[in-house]
């Protein structure tokens, strides 16, 4: 695919909103349900891309008696969710965080579904890592995104983050088509039929103008369109410099754009939803491994930490 030029940067400035949101990568599905509960959302952006690492990744989730399951009819139930992750997790982190994610998880694909496009289907035989604990399921709970028009996009679609590899055939593979892909000395029938479909979905694409996707790609552009359909402000190449707080009260952020700094106050709160440390060597032989070199990782060339270390510097707590 040709490069595509990306649009003009939207100058910061000093101004109020309900939620601030730090990382438009997932971050902007907390955008989407602040939005949806009639709060204004800013979402900042470092890089000049939208999308995160979410863009660069295989793009399946893992929520336990969503949805798309229920609608599969896979019978998965949030407790047998609740089970499994309690038995996977096994003490290593507080009970409330694993129960708060399965008790969450179903509404969040609810939510995402209601303001996006996005249409999700099950991974059937995509099983969950640990099938045999308490509550696993060898048939998988895995949902993905099904391929995205990026069309959608608009004069937005130069900002969507590219993906990891720039495909010569316009093809959007699923994860749940890789499986077949993968095992077509086996299954050579299911294989050659994934492949045919794909590509005859990506060139038929291209001959109504419609550039399909999959995997993260899907989602990311995905979540993008809702926000762009919600009129959510996002700005790009604008970095955290810091928290302002008020007492014990985190009230907003400094940002800087080229140099310059604004201050945004957050009536409602600041969501830090900015990735880990992976481009940060220091950090990582500190933490990680000695041994690692730098580039050894597939994450958005923005994850170096600024969102923990900045917590960190008001006293958040981090493990």
């Known amino acids: 695919m040709a490069k595509r030029a990306v649009p003009p940067l939207t100058p910061a400035r000093d101004t109020t ?6 990382g438009a990568g997932t971050g902007m599905a907390a955008a989407l ?31 336990p008696a969503n949805p798309v399951l229920t609608e599969a009819r ?28 399965v008790d969450n998880g179903a509404e969040t694909v609810a939510m995402l579904q209601r ?3 996005m249409k999700f289907f099950w991974a059937k035989g995509y099983s969950d890592y640990h099938p045999e604990r308490p509550g696993g399921a060898a048939v998988g709970r895995t949902c993905e995104c099904r391929p995205f028009n990026l069309s959608q996009l608009g004069e937005e679609r130069g900002r969507l983050r590219p993906g990891l590899m720039d495909a010569g055939l316009p093809m959007p593979t699923t994860g749940a088509d890789y499986k077949w892909m993968n095992l077509m000395v086996r299954t050579p029938v299911k294989g050659f039929s994934r ?19 999959a995997g ?23 970095s955290l410099v810091r ?10 952020a400094v940002l800087e754009q080229n140099g310059r700094e604004v201050t945004v106050t957050a009536r409602r709160g600041v969501v830090l939803a900015a990735g880990g440390f992976d481009h940060d060597m220091e950090w990582r032989h500190k933490f990680q491994s000695e041994s690692l070199a730098d580039g050894e990782s597939l994450g958005a060339e923005g994850n170096t930490g600024d969102a923990i270390k900045i917590g960190q510097e008001i006293g958040a707590g981090v493990d």
């Open 17 to 22: 909103v309900d939620l601030l949101v730090i």
């Open 33 to 63: 349900a602040a939005n949806e509960r009639g709060l204004s959302s800013l979402i900042v952006e470092k890089t000049k891309y939208v999308g995160g690492s979410t863009a660069r990744s295989g793009g399946a989730f893992w929520m």
């Open 74 to 101: 896979t019978g998965d139930t949030v407790e047998r969710g609740r089970t499994y992750v309690r038995s996977v997790v096994d003490g290593t982190a507080p009970v409330e965080r694993g129960d708060a994610f």
């Open 115 to 117: 303001t996006t496009p």
């Open 195 to 213: 492949i045919f479909r794909r590509l005859a979905q990506g060139v038929a694409g291209l001959a109504v103008k419609r550039e399909y996707a």
């Open 216 to 238: 993260g790609q899907a989602i990311a552009a995905g979540l993008f369109a809702g926000v762009l359909n919600a009129n959510i402000p996002v700005w790009t190449e604008t």
């Open 243 to 252: 928290l302002v707080k008020d007492g014990d009260r985190v009230t907003g």
